[in-house]
């Protein structure tokens, strides 16, 4: 049973047994529907506790319902009645008490927490707003501007956070021994949160939560409803504003953004090693080798040593050393200054971590992870090293973001060693690693890259071995798709303004400055022997590199960042474009914003879909995972292919043909969608 009722003395206790989060779908809410009918009948009953079993309050609603029809009981209906209940509630917290866990917290008269817990309402990340008079009934119990943020964001509180805001009652490392020692004059006397008075309206905190969704959540809908439910708390009735609440609740949960972000969700709770590696067993990891001690090989170094795995750092001599460790420094001092760690934290990273040019110090680890300059021989001769070193068998792993890893291990003697694990930057932020198997690559070191991702808490996507893997090889396409729209006619400004008005954190050029015009300048001089004839080539970009403007490093790119910061658009970088234009007798004209988008998406579209084809990725859902956790995709529109499915194959073989007819080489349709848009299928289906 997913609630489990029992009695001791004038104690009633009602349990949440649905591991291992305890979700809140129908069987739930109709367990605890006949919980309170159960109660009704007892007489003498002093209090009942509400707890969760296992590792959790409550986590949320069972988010697979949504996709259908709202079934009774409905939520609202057994948080009001636990609210109204005779007999006062008490909610004892540990772990997450999430979204309807939240609201049914809220319905009690009283709150305990553990001071980890996770107290929050996050339907916003999930497209949607509190459906069960979280809206209502937390900015009556709480700061209005500490209720915005709360539900705007989706953001959850710890249990320490929840005590000083007023959202529980009590801390303790025991929740449910505590709840029952809870005074009951006190109990009896306490006011339900549904009958406490409507918070007063706060301009400041509603004029801060405008600017919040301004800067944050353009072209969502939920953050802003969030917004408009919480002001209702100021001026309506609970049982009114509720009963808004629900319709908006129910309206949002059918749209494409929280459809897109549902999908998403489960992709992310999917990604975790394929069946056919079912049993095979990942070789534990306690201490691992990083070569290389750049801004990567540090932030994968501190993603290690956050793990609870110890580094050895390897670099070439001792100044490369001295600049390892002071990079893992740096990456640990910020940590500490944004209270990411304690000071106790800091010292236990400092103490596994050693950096060293001898690579005979790491002959004892049981993982090395190569992220040295990407250049074959360099990457050649560090696995020979590594191999002459370490123990046999032990997986041997690169980080390269482009090149060939059966090149790489054909220098091995034993190349089932080798796989791939490309991580993205900041490696010790970012949450996506796309593990590549080559073609050698045993079961085994397959299973240990999915074990590592496992223990950083990552996302491991599997990829094949080509040019770039999956996420790099498409974000070469959309790079090459806006600078062909630079050189016929849109400025670099305004193909930004137009991916981010999509929903892109940044556009394609604000990004490369970030990361410097250098990198993928490297990479062209890197495909130049082998690039297509036929295939249109923007030089632009290496115009750029020649005069020094190499991003912000430089303080100039494709913008200019004046000392005081920011940006600014530099008139330079569209004189170029038009002079190379002119050189290559290009007609330059406009593009409306919507124009530049299409060319930039199709582009991505046709470019994944090749990937699918030829089984560098195994599956849409997999470009959705890259695309968003790696790349900047918005994630409220689900992935780039889910996104595709939005328009359908035919529709996007039908703009392939529009623009195939200024240059066919770029726009030459993958054979995927062509099949697609004939059998009628979407792309999820390939």
Not at 161 to 183: K, Q
Not at 458 to 479: E, H, M, S, T
């Amino acid at each position: 049973m997913p609630v489990t009722t029992r009695r001791e003395g004038t104690t009633a206790y009602v349990t949440l047994d649905f591991p291992p989060v305890n979700a809140i779908g129908r069987d739930t809410r109709q367990g605890l529907i006949d919980a309170l009918d159960w109660i009704a009948a007892q007489a003498g009953l002093e209090r009942v506790i509400l707890s969760g079993a296992g590792r959790a309050f409550a986590a949320g609603a069972d988010a697979r319902e949504f996709d259908g029809p709202a079934l009774e009981p409905h939520l609202p209906d057994v948080v009001n009645r636990i609210e109204a209940c005779a007999v006062p509630w008490i909610g004892a917290i540990h772990g997450p008490a999430l979204g309807g866990g939240c609201e049914l917290a809220l319905a009690c008269r009283y709150r305990i927490a553990a001071p980890g817990a996770s107290i929050g309402l996050p339907e916003t990340t999930l497209g949607v707003v509190p459906g069960a008079g979280g809206s209502q009934r937390l900015p009556r119990l709480v700061d209005v501007s500490a209720a915005l943020e709360m539900i705007q964001t989706g953001r959850p509180v710890t249990g320490v956070r929840a005590l000083e805001i007023g959202l529980v009652d009590e801390l303790s490392e025991d929740p449910l021994f505590a709840a029952e020692a809870v005074n009951g004059e006190l109990l009896a006397t306490r006011v339900a949160v549904g009958d406490l008075p409507g918070p007063k309206a706060d301009t400041a905190a509603f004029s801060a939560a405008q600017d919040r969704g301004a800067a944050r959540y353009q072209g969502q809908f939920a953050p802003g409803v969030a917004v408009e439910l919480v002001r209702l708390a100021c001026d309506m009735p609970l049982a009114e504003a509720m009963a808004l609440e629900r319709a908006r609740f129910l309206e949002l949960r059918q749209g494409a953004q929280a459809r897109a972000l549902r999908h998403i969700f489960f992709t992310e709770r999917g990604a975790k090693a394929p069946e056919w590696l079912a049993g095979v067993e990942p070789d534990p990891i306690e201490t691992a080798a990083v070569v290389g001690g750049g801004t990567m090989g540090a932030g994968i170094a501190y993603a290690l040593l956050n793990a609870g795995i110890g580094v050895v750092l390897l670099e070439t001599d001792a100044g490369g050393v001295a600049r390892a460790e002071a990079n893992v420094e740096k990456i640990v001092s910020a940590s500490l200054k944004r209270g990411l760690i304690d000071e106790a934290g800091a010292q236990q990273r400092r103490r596994a971590f050693t950096a060293t040019d001898d690579y005979t110090g790491a002959k004892g680890c049981d993982l090395a992870i190569e992220a040295a300059f990407e250049s074959m021989e360099v990457k050649r001769d560090v696995f020979q090293k590594l191999e002459r070193t370490l123990r046999p068998g032990t997986v041997l792993a690169t980080n390269t973001s482009y090149l060939d890893v059966n090149e790489i291990a054909a220098v091995l003697e034993d190349p089932s060693r080798l796989v791939g694990l490309h991580f993205f930057a900041p490696a010790h932020i970012m949450k996506l690693l796309e593990i590549v198997r080559g073609t050698a690559s045993s079961d085994r070191a397959l299973a240990t890259g999915f074990g590592l991702a496992k223990q950083l808490r990552k996302l491991p996507v599997l990829a094949g071995v080509c040019d770039g893997f999956i996420g790099n090889r498409i974000l070469a396409r959309y790079r090459e798709a806006a600078d062909t729209v630079m050189m016929d006619g849109a400025a670099p400004w305004e193909i930004d303004e137009a991916m981010v008005a999509f929903g892109y954190p940044m556009g394609p050029y604000e990004a490369q400055d970030l990361s410097g015009l250098d990198i993928a300048h490297a990479n062209r001089r890197r495909q130049d022997a082998t690039r297509d004839p036929s295939r249109r080539y923007i030089p632009i970009a290496d115009r750029m590199v020649a005069e020094g403007r190499l991003g912000k490093k430089t303080g100039v790119g494709w913008y200019r960042y004046p000392g005081g910061g920011g940006k600014v658009v530099d008139p330079l970088v569209d004189d170029l474009a038009r002079e190379e234009a002119h050189y290559a007798g290009v007609a330059r004209r406009v593009f409306s914003e919507d124009a530049v988008r299409e060319r930039l998406l199709i582009a991505m579209i046709n470019e994944a879909a090749a990937i699918l084809d030829e089984g560098i990725s195994g599956s849409a859902a997999d470009i959705d995972l890259v695309t968003v956790a790696g790349y900047g995709f918005p994630r409220w529109r689900g992935g780039l292919m889910h996104y595709a499915d939005t328009l359908g194959p035919a529709k996007v073989l039908e703009q392939l043909a529009e623009f195939g007819a200024e240059d066919p080489v770029a726009w030459k349709p993958a054979a995927l969608i062509e099949r697609l848009a004939a059998e009628g299928k979407r792309f999820s289906q390939a």
